[in-house]
């Protein structure tokens, strides 16, 4: 493999972070979850800091959490919110291959609606619903779209493997 990065990004739900250490485990590439980061990196969960410093300064964490990971060979699962940084999906793009990995908002929206630890599902599906249009056009410019729905994880890893050396 040739050493860039391979982020994930894609809406909350999408299984990122399932799909990532699995990526990794294939690859040998050391894995990353941003949020984990974050939380290690700010000694806070992502709802208390949703809750006590508000959405605005988690982006302005998630840009610079992502800024500050300039190891290559790493798969990076990112938040759903990534791609609402101009800077941050440039600097994914200059840096590696961002793979989408695209689901239907109503599938994504039953595994996330009762996840406490995701403090945008608070907001309920109306919103989540018009957050998810709004980004769509972001995720979609990723380099590699692929449509989850129906593949097993081994299926995405194999088919992001065979994209990424090819
Ligand atoms: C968010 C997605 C979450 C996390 C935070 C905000 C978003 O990550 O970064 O709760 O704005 O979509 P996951 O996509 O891993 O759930």
Same mark, same amino acid.
């Given at each position: ?12 739900? %999408?299984?990122? !972070? ?18 984990? #980061?974050?939380?290690?990196?700010? /000694?806070?969960?992502?709802? +208390? ?7 605005? $300064?988690?982006? &302005? ?8 990971? !300039? ?24 840096? /590696?291959?961002?793979? #989408? ?8 929206? $039953? ?6 630890? &995701? ?5 309920? +599906? +109306?919103?989540?619903? %018009? ?10 410019? +990723?380099? #590699?779209?692929?449509? !989850? ?5 081994? $299926? ?11």
């Amino acid at each position: 493999m040739a050493g860039k990065n391979i982020y994930l990004i894609g809406f909350m739900g %999408a299984g990122k !972070t399932t799909v990532g250490k699995e990526l990794a485990k294939k690859t040998g590439y050391v894995f990353i979850d941003l949020d984990e #980061y974050i939380v290690e990196k700010t /000694g806070e969960t992502i709802p +208390a800091i949703f809750e006590k410093h508000g959405e605005e $300064e988690f982006r &302005r964490l998630e840009k610079v959490s992502l800024a500050e990971l !300039t190891e290559s060979g790493c798969i990076i699962a990112t938040g759903g919110g990534i791609v609402e940084s101009k800077e941050s999906v440039s600097m994914m793009k200059e840096k /590696g291959f961002t793979v #989408y990995l695209e689901s239907p908002f109503t599938t994504l929206y $039953e595994r996330i609606k009762e996840d406490t630890n &995701r403090p945008l599902t608070a907001q309920g +599906a +109306a919103a989540l619903s %018009a957050r998810f249009n709004r980004r769509l056009p972001l995720y979609e410019q +990723a380099e #590699y779209t692929i449509h !989850t729905e129906k593949l097993g994880v081994d $299926e995405i890893v194999e088919m992001i493997c065979r994209r990424y050396e090819g």
